[in-house]
């Protein structure tokens, strides 16, 4: 089933998620759902919970080895820094800097149960900061400059109301 993805301007993606205490079926079944999402999404990398409107922390991704789900991810260790250009699929059509650590550790869940501690470098850590700012509430609009955020916004109108247009 493919999920409606919530973008900017839904106060949805602005909610704090809450623990998952157990891999039931309405969990799996949502995994399932968000990784048939993602995979039928332009440009898409990861999508969380939050923006397909569910408050549970998780969130999965794909770069190009197949969809990881990772749950109640909590980074644990930081180191190094990395300045790139990112996008989100709930600001879909913008761009913008974002600093981020080179490396993170992250103790995580795996939808097997098994508990664990990943090590990423470069983009897969920029991913899985990305993906738990989410759960947080948190936007890349949020994380770059407030110059670069003033031409995002911007520029996100103009691409929606184009959008309305388009469709209307
Ligand atoms: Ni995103």
Avoid: W
């Amino acid at each position: 089933m493919i999920l409606e993805i919530k973008t900017l301007g839904d106060p949805v993606l602005r909610e704090s998620c809450r623990d998952v205490d157990s891999l039931d079926g309405e969990v799996k079944g949502l995994i399932d759902h968000m990784s048939e999402t993602l995979m039928s999404s332009p440009g898409r990398i990861g999508l969380a919970a939050s923006q397909v409107g569910v408050l549970k922390r998780l969130f999965v991704y794909d770069l190009g080895h197949g969809t990881r789900c990772l749950i109640n991810p909590e980074i644990i260790e930081r180191e190094g820094e990395d300045l790139s250009e990112e996008g989100c699929l709930s600001v879909p059509g913008v761009y913008v800097t974002v600093p981020r650590f080179e490396r993170v550790k992250v103790r995580c869940t795996l939808p097997s149960g098994h508990r664990v501690i990943l090590e990423n470098e470069g983009l897969p850590a920029r991913v899985v900061q990305h993906e738990c700012d989410h759960l947080d509430g948190v936007l890349i609009v949020d994380r770059c400059d407030p110059e670069e955020r003033r031409r995002a916004l911007e520029e996100y109108q103009e691409l929606s109301l184009q959008r309305g247009q388009a469709t209307a």
